[in-house]
T-cell receptor, first 114, second 114 residues
Framework: AQSVTQPDIHITVSEGASLELRCNYS??????LFWYVQSPGQGLQLLLK??????LVQGIKGFEAEFKRSQSSFNLRKPSVHWSDAAEYFC????????????FGAGTRLAVHP | KAGVTQTPRYLIKTRGQQVTLSCSPI?????VSWYQQTPGQGLQFLFE???????NKGNFPGRFSGRQFSNSRSEMNVSTLELGDSALYLC?????????????FGPGTRLTVT
């Protein structure tokens, strides 16, 4: 069965520091991969997606992610974190042929210290 | 363009009752998916509707049902409510047809069952 693992439940970084959030997926073929962000009391906002092609994808708010097939990973990065980036981040996969069914990881809660 | 809207935003129900939640997708989007978010289970896929047909279903009991209207608006219904149904219910819409695409989420309906 397909699954998504986000190993870090909580991460705290200082404002201005770099950030990397980890995501590993389990799936036989190359799935469609997504990162979403959720602020308290809000819905989910799409940060970026990978369908095919260039393995380094750029998203909104200065985020990027790199797909590594050999490691079954799709880690999210940002070179310099802002206090407004504090939120919960979810990695998700959509199995090919699975229409719009998303399988989410457990999420990583990011705290930003001034 | 208006985003995904969900009504009501908050709901309190008693065990044994039933509830109906509504979702209006982004104009032009024909796919509507529903997700349940709880602290214990995280984000879980309920079902997806496309052109008034359910084409994907998650692992939830039959008490959870949905439908989609010709204008792509969708409703989900939960009958015989249980305490464990307390959750944030998120709706997402997408342009995508057969393959997965970007999903845009609404703010959610917070259901509390007492």
């Amino acid at each position: 069965a397909q699954s998504v693992t986000q190993p870090d439940i909580h991460i705290t970084v200082s404002e201005g520091a770099s950030l990397e959030l980890r995501c590993n997926y389990s799936y036989g073929a190359t799935p469609y991969l997504f990162w979403y962000v959720q602020s308290p009391g809000q819905g989910l906002q799409l940060l970026l997606k990978y369908f095919s092609g260039d393995t380094l994808v750029q998203g909104i708010k200065g985020f990027e992610a790199e797909f590594k097939r050999s490691q079954s990973s799709f880690n999210l990065r940002k070179p310099s974190v802002h206090w407004s980036d504090a939120a919960e981040y979810f990695c998700a996969v959509a199995p090919s042929g699975g229409y719009n069914k998303l399988i989410f990881g457990a999420g990583t809660r990011l705290a930003v210290h001034p | 363009k208006a985003g995904v809207t969900q009504t009501p935003r908050y709901l309190i129900k008693t065990r044994g009752q039933q509830v109906t939640l509504s979702c209006s997708p982004i104009s032009g989007h024909r796919s509507v998916s529903w997700y349940q978010q709880t602290p214990g289970q995280g984000l879980q896929f309920l079902f997806e509707y496309f052109s008034e047909t359910q084409r994907n279903k998650g692992n939830f009991p039959g008490r959870f049902s949905g439908r989609q209207f010709s204008n792509s608006r969708s409703e989900m219904n939960v009958s015989t409510l249980e305490l464990g149904d307390s959750a944030l219910y998120l709706c997402a819409s997408s342009l995508a047809g057969r393959q997965a695409g970007e999903q845009y989420f609404g703010p959610g309906t917070r259901l509390t069952v007492t």
